[in-house]
RNA sequence: GCCGACGUAGCUCAAUCGGCCGAGCAACCGCCUUGUAAGUGGUAGGUUAUGGGUUCGAUUCCCAUCGUCGGCUCCA
């Protein structure tokens, strides 16, 4: 069942920074995924704008000073276990903080278990937090042992990078912060005393492999996560949390609702579907499928193998080839899984032969399964595989056409999204910013901005914008949606493309006769059906709404005798398109019903003497509800009714 | 890819110091014919992920490979 969380309203303020850190509490694990993009974009900057706006609030916050401080205590205790440990970061994160160490050995979760029992000595000796301020040789001399102390005030002394990475302006002061025995280079703020941190309110949470910067060329350093708030309650709500995510986690969900497993045998990140499974994929594809038919999308079919040589036009080769799979050779020519439709869908643009300003737009949508070679550690369930379905479209318009093309897919997303009840969502509209990365022609891109915008604001999304994070080619649109457990993940994207069609000799002839370049819309809605349905079966936790669920009704016969009685209903509904299971088993009635509920049946129609007599079923519902016996009509008309509504 | 942990029956887990690998659920075969979250008896199920090493003897110790998980702010 989905954990009530307060109304949240469909859109939010666009000034209001959403809580991207959020010290109410999400679980550490659910830092927002970025969703794959399209296409040619720049190795994402950190969202400097994004990140000051929501980092204001929480470095003022008293949370932000205990986290810090409980980062210090925590280092403390690990200096205390190894002296000649060297120190790097620590700073407080969402839910919590973490330290960097490089350590002599590999931390056990044994070590953990002590380092937590160290730091709670040190709260108790309630320890002052003393400020000390000096000179970058003074600071040089005071960490002569810890090289990457050195290294972040020489970064310092400089004006190059703060401990994020993020350019330095002015050359800050450099401080230090003491407690106890426990001396660290830090800004702050912290709190006045160890005392301030409440022992029953911190918990070490793992130990993790991390690049020192986040670099793989630089060491990999031990980083210990914990976590701290100003109340034990607050520490128990947050674990709490940890554990219903658990519990919806897609992965173990998938396995016990027997949707989709994977195979060491056909290989990491390629997942399997089970009936169950593919009847939702099935569902989820005609529904976006129908939706986009609706809204004058035509469906096109580009095949899985593309010659190299095309990716090498479109400019995905070069930035790309390490993500694809390795090549097919045949003879002297090289395919290639395909690993994205927007270079297959415009030659299919020119294959169509000579085309008019007045055939456009003309929207390409394809769900085709796309082959990405994604690192072997960063597969992730169905949220991260190598064989992916996008649900994909191209738009080729004339720049006039952007805004209005713009809307069409902002209207089928919105849609798309609240039939999945993902009524929270905001969109980062990504503009350009200074630098030379961007397709140089000023005019068209203040236009599309100009377009975007408008289009964004007459139909009333809820946006903020990011300028710096547009991809090179063009402005964009993100869609970011949070889940019922607050969790915000990337899903829905447009992208406005200024130079593939070019670069692929895309063109139209406009009315004054000139061959012109189209502008194409990439979007997709929910993104890729794998990724989507493994976001939806912990948006609601298995029990999927009616209109998607596998099955939809289990008939439970009480006794045998009424096992023909319901084979006759079930031929019924489901030549009324009901999907239906009979519970034929010589189990007893009560454990159909638990088998049932278990799998998030939306309706168990329970079957005994009374029902066989008068023609009806009695009604339970996953939710433990019991609307009793009613007519075959009734039960109809109501699931109907809910089938309708998306229920 | 890198760091760390893990891999025992379909699932969830157990197995002392290195000494014949065990239980619940599921499956299968019976009995019961059931009224809103587990009726009952039995049967079967394993080269302990794979390959190698140490040892009289390896689930247990060592090495490699594969996979999974947590990270590495990372992706068209």
Redesign the pocket.
């Known amino acids: 069942m989905p954990v009530s969380r307060p109304a949240a309203a469909v859109t939010c303020s666009g000034d209001i920074p959403h809580q991207g850190i959020n010290p109410g509490g999400t679980a550490?694990?659910l830092?927002?995924?970025?969703?794959?993009?399209?296409?040619?974009?720049?190795?994402?900057l950190?969202r400097r704008e994004e990140r000051g706006r929501m980092e204001e609030h929480y470095e003022q916050s008293k949370l932000y000073r205990i986290r810090h401080s409980a980062a210090h205590i925590m280092a403390q205790a690990v200096m205390e276990l190894f002296p000649d440990g060297k120190v790097t970061i620590g700073p407080p994160?969402?839910d919590g903080f973490y330290y960097d160490f490089d350590l002599p050995r590999?931390?056990?979760?044994e070590d953990l278990a002590g380092i937590e029992k160290r730091m709670r000595q040190i709260i108790a000796g309630r320890h002052q937090f003393v400020r000390r301020e000096l000179s970058a040789d003074e600071a040089r001399q005071f960490f002569q042992d810890q090289p990457y102390k050195v290294e972040l005030i020489d970064g310092l002394d400089k004006g190059g990078q703060d401990e994020y990475g993020n350019p330095i302006v002015e050359r800050p002061v450099i401080s230090t912060y003491t407690h106890d025995s426990f001396t660290d280079l830090c800004r702050g703020p912290h709190v006045e005393n160890t005392g301030q941190i409440n022992p029953s309110a911190i918990k070490l949470m793992?130990?993790?492999?991390?690049?020192w910067r986040?670099?793989?060329k630089r060491p990999?350093l031990?980083?210990i996560?914990g976590t701290a708030w100003e109340t034990p309650k607050e520490l128990e709500e947050y674990l709490w949390k940890l554990e219903e995510a658990k519990k919806r986690?897609h992965?173990?969900l998938g396995?016990?609702l027997g949707l989709f497993y994977?195979s060491?045998d056909v290989?990491?990140?390629l997942p399997l579907f089970t009936p169950k499974g593919e009847m939702l994929r099935h569902l989820m594809e005609t529904y976006v499928r129908d939706v986009q038919t609706r809204y004058g999308f035509q469906h096109v079919w580009t095949g899985n193998l593309v010659k190299e040589d095309l990716?090498k036009r479109s400019g995905?080769y070069e930035?790309?080839?390490?993500?694809?799979f390795p090549p097919m050779v045949d003879e002297n020519i090289a395919f290639r899984l395909k690993?994205?439709n927007c270079p297959s869908h415009m030659t299919l643009f020119n294959e169509m032969g000579r085309h008019s300003y007045r055939e456009l737009p003309l929207r390409f949508a394809e769900f085709a399964t796309?082959y990405?070679?994604?690192?072997?550690?960063?597969?992730?369930?169905l949220t991260?595989v190598r064989a992916l379905t996008q649900d994909d479209c191209h738009t080729f318009c004339t720049p006039e056409q952007i805004e209005s093309e713009f809307s069409l897919d902002l209207q089928v997303i919105k849609e798309v999204l609240q039939r999945y009840r993902f009524t929270d969502y905001r969109v980062r509209l990504s503009l350009r910013g200074e630098g030379g990365k961007y397709v140089q022609d000023p005019e068209k891109w203040d236009k599309a901005e100009a377009a975007l915008r408008s289009a964004l604001q007459a139909n009333h999304v809820d946006y903020y914008e990011a300028s710096g994070e547009a991809a090179f080619y063009g402005p964009k649109a993100d869609f970011m949606a949070r889940d019922v457990l607050g969790r915000e993940w990337q899903l829905s994207t447009i992208q406005v493309d200024f130079i593939q069609p070019a670069r692929l000799g895309c063109s139209y002839i406009s009315d004054d006769g000139m061959e012109h370049t189209p502008v194409v819309l990439h979007r997709a809605v929910t993104g890729t059906t794998e990724r989507f349905l493994g976001v939806i079966i912990e948006h609601f936790a298995g029990a999927f709404p009616v209109w998607l669920s596998p099955v939809q009704t289990v008939l439970i016969p009480?006794?045998?005798?009424h096992v023909e009685y319901c084979r006759s209903l079930a031929a019924r509904l489901k030549a009324l398109g009901l999907r239906v299971e009979v519970d034929e088993?010589?189990?007893?009635?009560?454990?159909k019903?638990?088998d049932a509920?278990?799998q998030k049946v939306p309706y168990?129609l329970?079957?005994?003497?009374?029902?066989?007599e008068n023609g009806q079923v009695?009604?339970?519902l996953?939710n433990?509800e019991?609307p009793?016996?009613m007519s075959v009509d009734d039960f109809l008309t109501r699931a109907n009714r809910e089938i309708e509504a998306g229920d």
């Open positions: 550490k694990t830092s927002p995924r970025n969703g794959r993009e399209f296409y040619l974009t720049q190795p994402p950190r994160i969402e590999a931390l056990t979760p793992s130990v993790a492999g991390a690049y986040g670099d793989e990999m031990q980083r996560y986690d992965r173990k396995k016990e994977f060491e290989g990491p990140g990716y995905h930035n790309y080839k390490d993500a694809m690993p994205m796309l990405r070679y994604e690192k072997t550690g960063e597969l992730n369930g991260r009480i006794a045998d005798r088993r010589g189990e007893r009635m009560n454990s019903i638990r509920q278990k168990m329970v079957v005994g003497d009374q029902e066989m009695a009604l339970r996953r433990g019991n009793g016996a």
